[in-house]
Protein backbone atom coordinates (compact mmCIF):
# COMPACT_ATOMS: atom_id res chain seq x y z
CA UNK A 1 0.00 0.00 0.00
CA UNK A 2 1.42 3.07 -1.33
CA UNK A 3 0.75 6.70 0.85
CA UNK A 4 0.70 8.11 4.32
CA UNK A 5 -2.61 6.44 6.72
CA UNK A 6 -2.69 9.13 10.11
CA UNK A 7 -3.89 7.03 13.32
CA UNK A 8 -4.79 9.39 16.03
CA UNK A 9 -4.88 9.02 19.61
CA UNK A 10 -6.52 11.65 21.93
CA UNK A 11 -5.57 10.86 25.83
CA UNK A 12 -8.01 12.29 28.61
CA UNK A 13 -6.73 12.89 31.73
CA UNK A 14 -8.69 13.65 35.23
CA UNK A 15 -7.72 13.66 38.65
CA UNK A 16 -9.83 13.60 41.59
CA UNK A 17 -8.24 13.86 44.98
CA UNK A 18 -5.07 11.72 44.74
CA UNK A 19 -6.21 9.29 42.12
CA UNK A 20 -5.44 10.46 38.64
CA UNK A 21 -7.13 8.38 35.57
CA UNK A 22 -6.20 8.65 31.98
CA UNK A 23 -7.48 7.24 28.85
CA UNK A 24 -6.05 6.62 25.30
CA UNK A 25 -9.06 6.33 22.08
CA UNK A 26 -7.18 5.40 19.31
CA UNK A 27 -8.53 6.16 15.82
CA UNK A 28 -6.91 4.36 12.99
CA UNK A 29 -9.92 4.72 10.29
CA UNK A 30 -13.29 6.19 10.34
CA UNK A 31 -14.88 2.80 12.23
CA UNK A 32 -11.83 1.78 14.00
CA UNK A 33 -11.57 2.65 17.90
CA UNK A 34 -9.62 1.04 20.58
CA UNK A 35 -8.68 2.30 23.96
CA UNK A 36 -6.04 1.74 26.64
CA UNK A 37 -6.42 3.54 30.81
CA UNK A 38 -4.06 3.91 33.04
CA UNK A 39 -4.06 5.38 36.73
CA UNK A 40 -2.32 6.38 39.47
CA UNK A 41 -3.05 6.72 43.13
CA UNK A 42 -1.37 8.35 45.65
CA UNK A 43 -0.58 11.90 46.78
CA UNK A 44 2.80 12.96 46.15
CA UNK A 45 4.27 15.66 48.27
CA UNK A 46 6.31 17.26 45.18
CA UNK A 47 4.66 20.46 44.21
CA UNK A 48 5.00 18.72 40.47
CA UNK A 49 2.77 16.01 41.65
CA UNK A 50 -0.05 16.69 39.20
CA UNK A 51 2.24 16.77 36.05
CA UNK A 52 4.15 13.60 37.58
CA UNK A 53 0.91 12.02 37.95
CA UNK A 54 -0.78 12.80 34.92
CA UNK A 55 2.68 11.81 33.22
CA UNK A 56 2.59 8.00 34.72
CA UNK A 57 -0.93 7.90 33.62
CA UNK A 58 -0.14 8.42 30.45
CA UNK A 59 1.85 5.82 29.98
CA UNK A 60 0.26 3.25 31.77
CA UNK A 61 -2.50 4.23 29.40
CA UNK A 62 -0.02 4.00 26.14
CA UNK A 63 1.03 0.94 27.27
CA UNK A 64 -2.41 -0.81 27.65
CA UNK A 65 -3.18 0.72 24.59
CA UNK A 66 -0.41 -0.92 22.83
CA UNK A 67 -1.26 -4.22 24.07
CA UNK A 68 -4.66 -3.95 23.16
CA UNK A 69 -3.36 -2.85 19.44
CA UNK A 70 -1.02 -5.63 19.58
CA UNK A 71 -3.57 -8.30 20.41
CA UNK A 72 -5.92 -6.96 17.72
CA UNK A 73 -3.37 -7.11 15.35
CA UNK A 74 -2.02 -10.89 16.13
CA UNK A 75 -5.60 -12.00 16.34
CA UNK A 76 -6.20 -11.05 12.48
CA UNK A 77 -2.85 -12.61 11.26
CA UNK A 78 -3.02 -16.48 13.80
CA UNK A 79 -6.44 -16.12 15.90
CA UNK A 80 -6.62 -15.83 19.40
CA UNK A 81 -3.89 -14.91 20.88
CA UNK A 82 -2.60 -17.43 23.93
CA UNK A 83 -0.58 -16.84 27.16
CA UNK A 84 2.52 -17.92 27.38
CA UNK A 85 3.80 -20.71 29.73
Not at 12 to 33: F, K, N, P, Y
Not at 39 to 58: C, F, H, K, Q, Y
Not at 73 to 83: D, I, K, L, S, Y
Amino acid sequence: MDGVQRWTVVIDIRRVESITHAEAHLHQRDADHLTGQGTVIGEMTDERAPRIGEALATARTLTDLAEHLRRTATEHVTGPVRPLR
